[in-house]
């Protein structure tokens, strides 16, 4: 019948006995009492039948077989916890979560940019319109106003619109003015208003398609097929214009009134991911 090992805390014991030669000093260091150390050794001496310290009234000595076996469970102590600590580094999927808009006009186009960093850490990214519930995610993009309470955060920049349409709706030959941009339908989205004011017609009465789109990302996309003109950020629908399907005719920008921001659970704060995003965009 194979004999039964003693308890992995009755070895870790015995190994703080032999290293520091003194039950108090290792009483000290497991936080235990020299007592409860003293009955663990008597113990096991008995279950292995081996005698492991020399007693000479309150004077203690290790015996050559202690010694032997002490080294060893230290040895074997720190391979698990070298075993253990390798288990809390492996790197699991970091759970992004951000608009679709910002997926695919900034973040999706710059992956292979961050991928390339030394020590980049694996990423799943969730494009949705909506936040996700907590506890889903590590770190997020949103366009909102703020503040987003249970996490830290930080604004990246402000939403912004400018006039953008596919070449096809402007005659041959010619260049869009105010004035053709009031012939030709446009998107609709609230800041219109305010992006014909800062234009210098605040009594502007465009046009309007029929049709609502839900996010940026659609409303681009039907600006390409001539259905109208949108009001889309140049910073995220870059390269609309840089493949010439979208033109954007003038340099004025609506500005607000929601940003981007990036946002983080306590969990995420050190990733690699965090850190190269924040320097992306210069803010800490």
């Not at 030394?118 to 799943?124: L, Q, R, T």
């Not at 609230?190 to 017609?201: I, S």
């Not at 109208?228 to 003038?250: D, N």
Request: aromatic fraction near 8%; charged fraction near 15%.
């Amino acid at each position: 019948m194979p004999k039964t090992l003693p308890s992995l805390e009755s070895l870790r014991v015995l190994a703080a006995c032999v290293r520091l030669g003194n039950f108090s000093r290792a009483a000290a260091e497991l936080g235990i009492t020299p007592t409860a150390v003293s009955q663990r050794m008597r113990a096991l001496e008995g279950q292995i039948g081996v005698t492991l310290f020399k007693r000479h009234g309150p004077k203690l000595t290790t015996t050559d077989r202690a010694q032997a076996l002490g080294q060893r469970v230290d040895d074997a102590l720190a391979l698990i916890r070298g075993a253990v600590d390798d288990c809390r580094r492996i790197k699991h999927p970091l759970r992004v979560t951000c608009a679709p808009t910002f997926a695919a006009g900034w973040l999706v186009p710059r992956l292979t940019s961050y991928q390339g960093l030394p020590g980049a850490g694996p990423i799943v990214l969730d494009a949705t319109q909506t936040l996700s519930p907590q506890g889903s995610f590590d770190v997020a993009i949103r366009n909102g106003l703020g503040p987003w309470p249970g996490y830290a955060s930080v604004r990246l920049f402000s939403d912004e619109g400018t006039p953008m349409l596919s070449p096809k709706l402007i005659p041959p030959g010619t260049r869009m003015t105010l004035k053709q941009l009031l012939r030709v339908p446009l998107i609709p989205d609230p800041r219109w208003a305010t992006w014909f004011k800062l234009a210098g017609l605040p009594a502007a009465k465009p046009r309007f398609v029929a049709a609502r789109f839900p996010n940026y990302v659609l409303e681009a996309q039907a600006a390409v097929e001539g259905i109208g003109v949108a009001l889309l950020s140049p910073r995220l629908f870059s390269q609309f214009t840089a493949q010439g399907t979208l033109i954007a005719p003038f340099s004025l920008s609506v500005e607000g009134p929601t940003s981007y921001w990036l946002l983080w659970t306590p969990e995420s704060a050190h990733s690699n991911f965090l850190a190269w995003m924040k320097a992306q965009f210069a803010v800490t």
